[in-house]
Structure formats: C-alpha cells, structure tokens
C-alpha cells in the first residue's frame, strides 16, 4: 500500500470507483432518459420538424379583373404544387388573415391587368405581399410568385409565335447531398446536440449533487488520487456517450434514411475528442458551482445553446460577424458538427477531418485540465 | 395566520432561496443579457461572406462581363480563381467557397450565335440550405445583368413582379428573433425556477416540514408559482426593451395585450413545472424532465423551422405546445399590432395547458401528502 501514495492510478480502484459510477448511472431513470429516450426524440423532432424547404405556401388572392387573362394567371398560381391559394371575400379579410398569419402573402391583380399586359410595360400589373415577420418564408413566397408569374409570360408568349429566351442559365448541381435536403444536414448536426446534453448536462448534474451532498469531500478523504477522481468521472459517461452516439447514427441512417458514407473508425475518433470535450466543460462547471441547480442552469447556458446557436447546425458560422465568428472557435461542437456532415455526406475523408481533430484535441485539453485545476483548488 | 400572509411569507422565502447566493443572482440576469446580446447575430439564415470559387474557360466578353456583376453584387466577399474541375472539388471539399461556377469554353461563342448558355453552379451540399440561398443571390445577378443586356439591344424580356413585405419590410432577421427569443428566454427561466424548487427541498429534506406545517399543498404550488412568474415577467421586460431600445425594433401593437398574454403563458410553464416536480424524486430527474419538455418545445415552437413545413400530423400536436403559442403572440403583437380577439385565440389553448398541469401537480402533491 505504501507504494500507491505515489502512484498516479490504482488501477483496481478505478475500476471499483468506475462500477460505483456506472450503478448510479442504472439506477437513475433519469439518466436512461437522457441517454437513450432523449436521443431518439432528438433525431425525430430533427427529422419531421424542422424542415426548412417549403412544402406549400399558404397565399391569398384577389383579382379586380373579371377578364379572361386574369382567369387563365389565377389559374396558373392554382395548378402551382407549392402553393396553396386561398379567395377571400372582400381584400379586407385577405389582409387580416396575414395580421393572423393564416396567410404567408397575397397576389393583387390590378383591375386593368388584361389590359396592361398588353402593353408591356417594366412591371407587371400584379401586387406581391409577402408576411415580412417570418423572413424565410417571404423570400420563398416571393421567388414561388415570380416563377409562376415568369413561366405563364413565356407560355403566353410561346401562344402567339412570340419565343422569350434566357441567354444564360444557371444550371445547379449539388455536391455531398444531392436530394439538397434539409435533414441530412441537420440531423448529423443535431446528433451534436445530443451528444452535448449528455456530455455536459448529465455530468455537470451528476458531480455538482456530489459536492452538495458532501459524499465528494468523502471520497476526497480517502486514498482516491486526482486522476482517479477524474478518470472515474469521465470514463463512464464517455462509454455512455458512445453508445448513444452509435444509436443515433444507427437510427439516422436506418429510420431515417439519412445517407451514412463514413466509417466507424472516423466516427469514433472525431466522437471521442468531442465527448472528452464536453465532458470537460460538464466536469468543469460542476466542480466551479458545486450547486445542482446552478451548475444545472450553467451547462444549459454554456454547453446546450452554443451547441444549438453557434455551431453552424443551423445557422451558417460565416454568415456571422467577425466577433461572434471568433466566439464559435471555442465553442467544440462547432468542429464535431463539420466533420459530422463531412463523415456523413462525404465519407471519412482525414484530409477534410484532421483540422477539426486537432482543435477538438485542443479544447479536450483546455477543459479537462481547467477541471483539474478546479478540483486542486477546492480540496485545497 | 390568514391565507394571504401564509402564502406572502412563503413566496419570500423561495425568494430568498432564488437570490441569496451571488451565482444564483448571476444566473437569472447574465444569461439573458448574453443570449440577447450574441443570439440575435448568430441565428440568422442570411448568407454573408460567402466565397464563390470561378473556373471560367471562356475568355469572351460576356463571361467576364458577368463574372464582375457576380464579384461587384456583395453579396460574395471573396471570389477565389480556379482552374481545373478537381480544383472545384477541393475548394468546396474544404469549405474555401460556397458555391463554384464553371463556365464552359464555348460560352461567348453560343450567347453570340443566339443559342442558350448553360453555366453550371456546384453547390455545397452538405449546407444545402445556406448554398440554396447564395444560388438565389447569383441568380438575382444574372437577371439584372441580363435585363440590362436585353436593353441596350433593345429586346424584349418577361417583366417582373415587385413584391412588398409587409410588418418587416427590409426582412431583417433581428426583427424576427428578438420577439422570438422573448419567449424562448422567458420558457427556459420560468420552467427550471418551478421544476427545480420543489425536487430541491425534497432532496435537503425541508419538503416535509412544508408538509407538516399548515400549508395546504395549494398554497405550496401557490407560494412556488409566484417567484417563477416574477422572474419570467423580468427576464421578458429585460428583453423587451432591449428589443426596442438597442435594436431599434418598433413595437406597434399594446404592452397591455402582451403582458396578460405572457401571463396566461407564465401560468401554463408552472403547470408543467410543477407537474414535473411533482414526479420527481431528485434533482436531477427534474432538470432532465424539464428539459425533455422544453427542447421539442422550442424546436418545435415556429422559431428554428416554419410550423407550416411540419407534415399536418405534427402541426397538430403542436397545438399542445405552449411556447408555439406564445411564440406567435409575442410576435403579432410586437410586429404586426395582432387583435385582441386573435391574442385571446391564442391563450385559449395556454389556459386549457396551464388548467390541465396545475390539476395534475395538485393530484400528485396531494396523494403524496396523504
């Protein structure tokens, strides 16, 4: 026994601290939920919910033109699958049903709309609103219109002998996801979310209960060194961790159809930087508040958001300013969400990988050794 | 002791438990400040800064012509000069550009024989929606250009139809999220102050002792609701005037309105709070509970992704949402000055959320207690 006073790691008593660790976290439902329920919820809500490709825009139309021409424009928009035009009985009610959001926009045709057309002026004689309060869907509404609007024109023109041609088009193709949809980006985007509410939440909760209920002071009265302390804290949630991270990407690629064109190995190198990460901020936060409730509100305010908001899941880092772009180079789940979409849609490509491994080393250092020295601190 | 003076000597002493330590004091106003300060630039689905990476074969006239529009439109800040398709592959591989444009050998030769030129756009796929909207931006290029061609030779092109927006008439982004993030802000402080109150003194063990003194387990969900109401009413009204004061977003429908609907809102997030506490035994198992309840209620709220994208099944189900609800309030009345009629439309399912929760907490506090 006399030799372990120097020794760094027993490892027989890791063990038995990691079985203690790994018992808590079975006896815990809560924990299971978060592990294993939460995951598949994540994944589902990720997969049907958040859609950002429009299905059917909801528009409003009235026309002050009893002509032919406007029957024919009126139609048009109708036989368009991604809109769903509504008549209303007098333009008042259309306007009030954007106040009420039940419409996204409405298309005015002017009372001399055949009449104009004739004459082919710059504009067209017919009137957009799109609901400005929700952005993305004005800019859908708008570009939906204007394509029916230009296609009826080069139809009409096709009519009477009249060919209206572009010179140039733009033909795109896409590269990594060629379907373009939204959910095969998101979804491996949000598997880092989930990963971040396992790592930093449950262990942020987990080890703040300890100082609160004074068992950690316990332990530190015994033989346990440091780094047993921290290897048997971090250990069995970096296993949970996997786990569920396996399970995620299982359920994405086989219930969810997501394209899978990576390998295990990438997945599990790019994973445990991340997770080791997390865990450092989890550990870290717990240890610096020592409150379940504090350390609670913390982790959700240092580790879920970022997570959510600043790591290009959603919202494009680019398209941030110069501050904020600096913010995100710390934040972990930035570089665990692009390599995530690279081993997913592009396959485990190291050239495209290893700068994110690099920082992910960076920060796993940077938040399991401020744990350390948090730890030194406080059992001093 | 009368009920009010039970339920006020109660309701300071959660205060006191709220506020008495310096974190916990830093807690319920530095997060807000931060998510108000640094949210409203991130969550955007703008593109800016984008790199467009050219592959121009052609060395005519009407190629360079519209590759300055695309490099004089701002909306790209850095254009990087490639020569090969596998250089297309690697820029875009390493996310040096957005998107590349590859204009073939023949391009000058076809426009000039009247011929239709394709130009083909690569986009990112892996960030399908942000290279969707950057291809827009190129398109919108392409079409004053070709607008402006067609005149000087004097043809004819299809006309255009010139759209408003209405409430928000530039589209800017902040207009949308500050109102959003009033509710999001408000959900996560009211919910884990309620959720997290009661599975506390049960862990310290003073929940009995609340217990056994002569407060009904109403009053006990009475004296627990206030302080969370309280701190959901100032993290909004913080802001709330930070929306109007530093972002400069105009606030055109009545204070009033909003402040009773955000208290029918308040009413419903207790009810799942305590509702939740009630179940849990430690916590811990509150705090996951709770926020298993409120990420799928922010998700689905209408502020990451348009309810109308949801399949109909789901928008449905959303009707059980509360911050779906609140969300749409907040933003009527804040920009499009919504009805009366339209908010109380809206609390009606807050209440019927609310009502059907606080029910349930009292069922569970009560069998517990006998």
């Not at chain 1, 026309?63 to 368009?80: C, H, N, Q, T, V």
């Not at chain 2, 030779?153 to 500050?178: D, K, Q």
């Not at chain 2, 509702?275 to 705090?287: L, N």
Request: hydrophobic share 50%; aromatic share 10%.
């Amino acid at each position: 026994m006399e030799s372990s006073g120097i020794k760094w790691i027993s490892w027989r008593r890791l063990r038995a601290l990691c079985w203690k660790e790994t018992l808590q976290i079975f006896r815990d439902p809560s924990s299971i939920l978060i592990a294993f329920f939460m995951p598949m919820l994540m994944l589902f809500i990720f997969g049907y919910g958040i859609n950002l490709d429009s299905s059917q825009l909801r528009i409003g139309l009235w026309s002050e033109d009893g002509g032919r021409e406007a029957a024919d424009f009126s139609a048009a928009l109708s036989r368009s699958k991604w809109l769903e035009v509504h008549a209303f009985g007098s333009r008042a009610d259309m306007e009030q049903a954007l106040v009420d959001s039940q419409i996204r926009g409405f298309v005015v045709l002017q009372q001399d709309f055949s009449r104009k057309l004739s004459q082919h002026g710059e504009s067209a004689p017919v009137q957009l609103v799109a609901d400005g309060s929700e952005p993305n869907i004005a800019q859908f509404v708008r570009a939906t219109v204007n394509g029916v609007w230009q296609s009826w024109q080069m139809e009409r023109g096709d009519d009477r002998g009249k060919k209206m041609q572009q010179e140039i088009e733009l033909v795109p193709r896409y590269w990594f996801n060629s379907s373009a949809e939204s959910r095969n980006f998101i979804i491996p985007g949000s598997i880092t979310v989930i990963m971040t509410v396992i790592g930093a939440l449950l262990t942020s909760l987990v080890v703040a209960r300890e100082w609160e209920r004074g068992t950690m002071e316990a332990l530190l009265a015994s033989p346990v060194t440091r780094t047993e302390l921290l290897l048997c804290k971090i250990l069995p949630y970096y296993a949970l961790g996997m786990i569920s991270l396996l399970l995620c990407v299982a359920a994405a690629h086989w219930l969810l159809g997501v394209p899978f064109r990576g390998t295990i190995t990438g997945l599990w190198v790019v994973g445990t930087f991340f997770l080791l990460s997390v865990l450092g901020i989890g550990l870290a936060i717990s240890t610096g508040m020592r409150n379940q409730f504090n350390a609670a509100q913390a982790a959700l305010n240092a580790a879920f958001l970022p997570a959510v908001m600043l790591s290009g899941f959603i919202y494009e880092i680019s398209s941030m300013p110069a501050f904020l772009r600096g913010v995100t180079r710390i934040i972990p789940a930035r570089y665990f969400v692009s390599s995530m979409q690279t081993i997913f849609q592009a396959g485990t490509i190291w050239k495209l990988l290893w700068p994110d491994i690099l920082m992910l080393m960076g920060t796993t250092v940077v938040f399991i050794g401020l744990t350390a020295k948090l730890t030194r601190r406080r059992m001093e | 002791m009368n009920f009010f003076n039970r339920i006020h000597s109660l309701v300071i002493k959660e205060f006191q438990s709220l506020l008495s330590t310096k974190s916990g004091r830093m807690l319920l106003v530095m997060p807000v400040i931060i998510q108000t300060a640094l949210f409203p630039f991130a969550a955007t689905l703008e593109v800016k800064n984008a790199s467009l990476a050219v592959f121009n074969e052609d060395r005519g006239r009407a190629s360079v012509e519209m590759m300055q529009r695309f490099a004089a439109s701002g909306a790209f800040t850095k254009i990087v000069p490639v020569w090969s398709q596998g250089e297309i592959e690697g820029a875009i591989g390493t996310r040096d550009a957005l998107l590349a444009v590859h204009i073939p050998a023949d391009f000058s030769r076809r426009i000039a024989s009247g011929e239709a030129s394709p130009v083909q756009v690569v986009l990112d796929g892996r960030r399908s929606n942000s290279s969707q909207i950057a291809f827009s931006y190129l398109q919108s290029v392409l079409e004053v250009y070709l607008k402006d061609r067609a005149a000087s030779a004097g043809r004819m092109l299809p006309s255009e139809i010139v759209a408003r927006n209405w409430f928000v008439p530039n589209l800017e982004y902040t207009h949308f999220i500050l109102p959003s993030l009033v509710a999001i802000i408000t959900t996560i402080g009211t919910l884990i102050v309620t959720a997290l109150s009661v599975s506390r003194e049960r862990e310290q063990g003073t929940f009995e002792q609340l217990m056994v003194s002569p407060l009904t387990p109403e009053m006990i969900m009475v004296g627990k609701a206030v302080p969370a109401i309280v701190v959901g009413f100032f993290q909004a009204t913080l802001i709330l005037i930070a929306a109007v004061c530093i972002y400069h977003i105009p606030f055109r429908g009545h204070l009033v309105l909003l402040y009773v609907a955000m208290f029918f809102y308040s009413l419903a997030l207790v009810g799942v709070g305590l509702f939740i506490s009630s179940v849990s035994k430690t916590q811990q198992q509150a705090f996951l509970g709770a926020f298993v309840f409120m990420v799928p209620a922010i998700l689905l709220s209408g502020y990451t992704a348009p309810v109308e994208n949801m399949p109909l099944w789901l928008q449905h189900l959303t009707w059980f949402n509360p911050v779906r609800h609140f969300v749409e309030i907040v933003k009527g009345v804040f920009l499009k000055d919504a009805s009366a009629g339209r908010v109380f439309s809206l609390i009606v399912p807050l209440l019927v959320i609310g009502v059907t929760n606080l029910s349930l907490a009292a069922l569970m506090f009560r069998r517990k207690t006998s």
